[in-house]
């Protein structure tokens, strides 16, 4: 990361709300087509749009932009929300399969997609909760 890179919000430098948008409906229109996402997509209700909207306000806030998630949720408290759902190395990668491919539609800068890439494979991994 640049000196600049390091005082600017990763929101801010992946192209703020509208990258975060772009962003989560790529990733859920990947995640409905698919076939390596099926294990995911069986995690969610058929109607995806309650939780587009919560990953837009949550990504949003964790990459460093608006409080739109807390003022509602709290904490995130991620791996407690998600205990109920199996996770382990095969939905985790394909929770980033997704990701990855919104990442190269929603992002142009290619180091700030890279850096939010290695985050969200962090968070990713972290959310496991299985072998």
């Known amino acids: 990361m640049t000196d600049i890179d390091a005082t600017t919000s ?7 709300s509208a990258a975060i948008d772009a962003l ?18 069986a995690m969610h209700a058929d109607d995806l749009g309650l939780i587009r909207d919560v990953l837009k306000r949550y990504l949003t806030e964790w990459t460093g ?5 807390s003022p509602e949720k709290g904490h995130p408290r991620l791996r407690q929300r998600h205990i109920g759902f ?17 990442l190269e539609e929603a992002v142009s800068d290619m180091a700030a997609r890279q850096d939010l890439d290695r ?10 909760n299985r072998p």
């Open 24 to 41: 989560v409906d790529r990733f859920y229109e990947r995640m409905d087509v698919l076939p390596e996402a099926k294990v995911i997509r």
């Open 65 to 69: 932009g608006p409080k739109l998630y």
């Open 119 to 128: 985050a969200m494979s962090g968070l990713a991994d972290w959310m496991r």
């Open 86 to 102: 199996a996770i382990g190395d095969a939905e985790r990668d394909a929770w980033m399969l997704c990701m990855r491919g919104a």
């Open 10 to 16: 990763l929101f801010d430098r992946i192209g703020g």
